[in-house]
């Protein structure tokens, strides 16, 4: 699936729920492949998200054309990820635009994932025995951004929450299969309540 995407924004031959675009200077593609959800309100939601960043934490903003080649946004089995290989922030499009969310808690999953980029381009190991170190990092950044923002208080709570887990919480292993079948299924009933409508 995101081999795919990959390649689309390579060059090679794009689907049609594939666009580009830019925000605040980062270049941004957007895999909606949900017709109840419109691309305008994923930039929308970016746009504001990266505002607080810039403002709140603007030493990690600078950084972010360095962190990412771009970011993505399409369906995930989580809120966000960090692929080093294409240097690519994911940050899942219905969490995205979910309004039970702050625009402060999907701008922590991107500061998250820049966090990650930051390591890696550090040279550290990419194993997962050392991914909850990892972890406890970028949950850091995340709570020095809650502290900050306005309406940051479930920023830190979530953060303040997982960085006292045990390893296997903070870095869990996700099963990418189970994970795809549970976001196909969520997606079939949207669409059918959709249609119902």
């Not at 990820?81 to 635009?97: G, I, P, S």
């Not at 997606?187 to 309540?193: G, H, P, S, V, Y």
Request: glycine share 4%; charged share 30%.
């Amino acid at each position: 699936m995101l081999g795919d995407l990959f390649k689309a924004i390579l060059g090679r031959p794009a689907s049609p729920a594939l666009s580009h675009h830019e925000v605040r200077g980062l270049p941004v593609v957007v895999n909606n492949t949900r017709p109840d959800i419109d691309t305008v309100d994923v930039l929308a939601r970016l746009d504001r998200t990266l505002a607080l960043i810039e403002r709140y934490v603007p030493h990690h903003f600078r950084r972010l054309k360095r962190d990412f080649a771009y970011i993505v946004v399409q369906r995930f089995a989580c809120r966000g990820a960090y692929f080093h290989e294409q240097r690519a922030c994911l940050v899942e499009l219905t969490f995205t635009v979910n309004p039970d969310f702050s625009d402060a808690e999907v701008a922590a999953t991107i500061l998250h994932e820049a966090m990650h980029a930051r390591l890696h381009q550090l040279g550290f190991p990419l194993e997962m025995e050392d991914r909850a170190r990892q972890e406890r990092f970028c949950r850091r950044a995340e709570i020095e951004f809650g502290l900050l923002v306005p309406n940051g208080e479930r920023v830190v709570e979530r953060a303040a929450w997982t960085v006292d887990q045990s390893d296997e919480d903070v870095a869990p292993v996700i099963d990418p299969n189970l994970a795809a079948q549970r976001i196909a299924e969520v997606d079939r009933e949207a669409l059918r309540r959709g249609k119902a409508t």
